[in-house]
């Protein structure tokens, strides 16, 4: 049985693909069975941050409607082993992932695969509910600004009230915190919420924190997780956040020395 995993986050453009991508790569070098699949109908950025845009023949839509099997549709990552990739499709409408449909392409992946990364649309119409819906976990991916914590908050009510968990009344869906493109300098300045205003609203665990840094933009030019790029810090920050994932206490890091008396406190450090 694959645990899934959706990244999500209510409002667009904080960092969700990139998450999905490298959480899944990381998983992945771990060594379990990963498979990252792309809700975002009609965009297909997955694939180019993955690499493999050109590979793409079926797609998930293709598997929901019986043209294609799953394993015709699956990619396999070049560069790590355990490693696959369930493409959106660039051309229908969201409504073509159905709740049957989703289900149970997710119940056959399940039997063979450890972990399955969903990477949610923004918003909170159709597809970003599908995506969520079968989770077990959710990253709720957060930039430190009012208006993205606001949406966060909102994604949070709809996991606890609208996911099949919550439906069934099993254990809740267990939600990680990723704070995405922190900038400790604008945070000082007061330009940008700190770890500890984002925490106290949302009040969920923090499952790390990823700077503000030009290596994401470089890694998805070239079509690259960032997580592969271990020299980088924001590769670090997603290796470390994989981690704690997987249960291991890690410190964080790439912050102000200042927060780090908080920190240690949050974390039992
Ligand atoms: N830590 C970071 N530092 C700098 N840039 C980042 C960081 N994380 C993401 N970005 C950039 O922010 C932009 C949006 O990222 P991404 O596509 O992952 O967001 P998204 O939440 O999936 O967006 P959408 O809601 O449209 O699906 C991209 O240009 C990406 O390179
Ligand atoms: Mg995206």
Redesign the pocket.
């Known amino acids: 049985m694959a645990r899934i995993i959706v990244v999500t ?1 209510g ?9 999905s991508a490298s959480i899944s790569t990381g998983l992945a070098q771990k060594g379990y069975k990963t498979a990252v699949i792309d809700f ?1 109908v009609g ?1 297909r ?1 997955l694939d180019l941050i993955m690499n493999c845009e050109r590979r793409v023949v079926y797609d998930f839509v293709n598997v929901i409607q019986g043209e294609a099997t799953l394993n015709q549709a699956l990619i396999r990552d070049k560069r790590v082993d355990n490693l696959y990739i369930l493409p959106a499709s660039q051309t229908r409408d969201k409504e073509a992932l159905t709740h049957e449909g989703v289900e149970k392409v997710l119940n056959e992946m399940s039997e063979t695969f450890d972990y399955l990364v969903c ?1 949610s ?2 918003g909170i119409e159709h597809g970003a509910l599908m995506s969520l819906y079968f989770a077990d976990e959710a990253i709720v ?1 957060t930039n430190p600004e009012v208006s993205s914590v606001r949406d966060s908050d909102r994604i949070l009510g709809i996991l606890q009230s609208k996911s099949r968990r919550a439906e069934r009344g099993d254990d809740p869906v267990k939600e990680h915190l990723l704070l ?2 922190y900038n400790h300098e604008r945070v000082e300045r007061g330009e940008m919420l700190s770890i500890e205003d984002v925490n106290d609203i949302l009040s969920i665990p923090l499952l790390g924190v ?5 290596a ?2 470089n890694a ?1 030019n070239q079509g690259a997780p960032v997580i592969l790029d271990e020299d980088t810090e ?1 590769g670090q920050a997603y290796e470390d956040a994989v981690a704690r994932l997987l249960g291991e206490e890690r410190e964080l890091r790439f912050l102000d020395p200042q927060k780090k008396g908080f920190l240690k406190r949050m974390f039992g450090g």
């Open positions: 986050s409002k667009g453009g904080v960092g969700k693909t990139t998450t975002d965009l950025n990477d649309p923004a991916v995405t493109r990823i700077p503000e840094s030009q994401v933009l998805s924001a």
